[in-house]
């Protein structure tokens, strides 16, 4: 039987609340068996663009990542963000160790093609190096990835933090029984998004596709779904979305999603 491995990838609300992202390391730290994290950090890269006067580019509501930008979200993403993650894990008596894609060439990816959008230094993700994260498990580090592949050849690559931790999750599941949580402030996928208990508890292919003809699944979520059945297909045991509550030991309420 695989040994089990939790692959938490964490919201930008709950990383620029110093309170919710304390208390939710805290139950990381908990978690027994492997564990990875990941993290974006897209709030905080605006921000120092903007003190550092540039300007953040956006098309339908997602990033164009030029040259300048990609210098911040490295300073950003790899530095600020990671390292205060890293040491506060190391406060509560978890390994970790801070790590981009381009880390023991853990992930790389290639430059998005130019279709109608060109979205400058963003990444699409190829693979895992498996191998390598398995060596880093099994010395007892715990990764602590932040949201930037590489190509192999020098080139670093803004890239999409959920799509990160599916196919962190994809790769590993050769070597664990792989489950992927998506934790961010909601209490997980919402019949009503003004009522935070109106969780659709189980989602499979089918009653996704009813979601979507009733408007409930929409906007943001829908990629993130994308990358839930992705890694689904790929040989992911599970996939969960929810707060961070569905990280502790009691009856709370998420979204598990299944074939």
Known sequence: MKPQLSIIKIGGNIIENPTQLSHLLE?????????????????????????????SKMVNG??????????????????????????????KNTNA????????????AHKRPVKE???????????????NLWKLLQAGFTPVFCAL?????????????????????????????TTLYY?????????SIEDENSVVEHIDSSSYK??????????????????CFHALQNKVHEVRIGNSSMLEKTDSKFTTITL
Request: aromatic fraction near 4%; hydrophobic fraction near 40%; include cysteine.
């Open 149 to 177: 592949t590489h190509d192999g050849a020098g080139q670093l690559f803004n890239t999409n933090a959920d799509t990160i931790a599916a196919e962190l999750a994809i790769g590993m599941a050769s070597h664990f029984k």
């Open 183 to 191: 934790c961010f402030e909601k209490r997980g996928v919402l019949l």
């Open 27 to 55: 139950l990381f730290s908990n978690i027994e068996g492997s564990k990875i994290l990941v993290h974006g950090g897209g709030k905080k890269a605006t921000e120092t663009s903007k003190r550092l006067g540039i300007e």
């Open 62 to 91: 997602r990033r164009i990542t030029d040259t300048e930008s990609l210098d911040v979200a490295i300073m950003v993403y790899a530095g600020l963000v990671n390292k205060k993650i890293v040491a506060e894990l190391q406060s």
């Open 117 to 131: 959008i060109d979205f400058g230094w963003v990444g699409d993700v190829d693979g895992v190096h498996s191998e």
């Open 210 to 227: 009813e979601l979507l003809d009733q408007g409930v699944i929409a906007d943001g979520m829908l990629p993130k779904m994308h990358n």
């Open 97 to 108: 160790i801070g790590m981009s894609g381009a880390d023991a060439n853990a992930i790389r």
